[in-house]
């Protein structure tokens, strides 16, 4: 039997890096050299490599992420069973996010990267890719929408999370776990999303303009006024616990709600759901709600984040914006 046609967009990061004269790494490897560094992928598929970008990941901006879009759909379009996109880990699981909202294949498109650059011992981009390209490759990943894959671990793209700034084992899917292992060269897809979301339309490669602020211990709110001088097209306020804000911040996003500005609270803990109707005082997750603020549920401040840009530039009213974070935070 012929093998499956797998692309593999790089884009940088770790997975992508070598060491200068001080020791210090930045990436410089392109596609090819990382196919060519894990001689095994030849038994698994055919590969197409290309290079997209070769940045470290907090200097990928939405253009990266759109070429990368349009790379994979080309790719799909010209026979590829799905493709594998190498990324930086630290913004990994938002890239992952943003292209799960616009992914409108049903073959799957996988994000990988790396933890130890490629001159550290134990380096683990070159097994990061092949589970992968193994993940790829498989009947069962398809109709997923993004997967991420790290440590043998598949995850959906919507869950998923960075942990831990140096473990190996950093992206976990905090509260539901994985849906798949990769052992033997082989997916082991355990579980499958109840449904998969309709894909958006894709916005313009433009910057994203909504602040994310966190809301700490005894927060004031005197930093919104700031903020607003920025006159951004919402706000997404990480609240502690369950949806929970202090009184004058509260008192704050209420009139910035009343002003016609969409104002998202998520839960800052990382893992969770924000709630609807549980606590009552001033600041609660019900009393924010009753002032006109919207819920994130399970999604994280810098996932609902994502979504509301998507949405605002694809022209979405409040009301519609409300029922899209209800449906995906569900």
């Known amino acids: 039997m012929s093998q499956p046609v797998i692309a593999i967009g790089a884009l940088g990061g770790t997975i992508a890096m070598s060491a200068e004269g001080t020791g210090a790494v930045k990436p410089e490897l392109g596609a090819d050299d990382l196919v060519a560094a894990v001689p095994a992928l030849a038994g698994i598929a055919t590969i197409r490599a290309t290079t997209i970008a070769n940045v470290a990941s907090p200097a990928i901006v939405p253009g990266n992420i759109i070429d990368a879009l349009s790379f994979a759909r080309k790719a799909v379009d010209d026979g590829a069973a799905g493709v594998v996109l190498t990324h930086g880990t630290d913004t990994l699981e938002e890239s992952a996010f943003l ?16 933890m ?45 999370s960075k942990t831990h700034s140096t473990g190996v084992w950093t992206f ?14 082989r997916l082991r897809m355990m579980l499958r999303p109840v449904r998969r979301f309709s894909p958006l339309p894709a916005p313009d490669a433009e910057p994203i303009r909504i602040p994310l602020i966190e809301s700490p211990f005894a927060d004031e709110g005197d930093w919104i006024p700031a903020i607003m001088t920025m006159a951004p097209p919402a706000l997404v306020v990480a609240a502690s616990g369950v949806g929970h804000l202090s009184e004058p911040v509260a008192d704050r996003c ?72 209800a449906d995906r935070g569900f």
């Open 99 to 114: 292209l799960d909202l616009l992914w409108d294949r049903e073959e799957p498109l996988v994000l990988t990267g790396a």
């Open 254 to 325: 209420e009139k910035l709600v009343a002003d016609g500005l969409p104002v998202v609270m998520a839960s800052r803990t990382g893992s969770g759901t924000t709630l609807e109707r549980s606590y009552g005082y001033p600041g609660s997750e019900q009393d924010l709600i009753r002032r006109g603020v919207i819920p994130a549920g399970f999604l994280t401040a810098r996932k609902v984040r994502l979504l509301l840009h998507v949405l605002l530039r694809s022209g979405a009213t409040i009301d519609a914006i409300r029922a899209e974070v």
């Open 172 to 185: 976990q899917s905090s509260g539901w776990g994985p849906v798949g292992r990769v052992a033997e060269r």
């Open 116 to 160: 130890r650059s490629p001159n550290l011992p134990g380096a683990d981009g070159p097994a990061n890719l092949l589970a992968a390209i193994v993940t790829a490759a498989s009947e069962d990943a398809r109709g997923m929408g993004v997967l991420v894959v790290l440590d043998d671990t598949v995850h959906l793209a919507r869950l998923v």
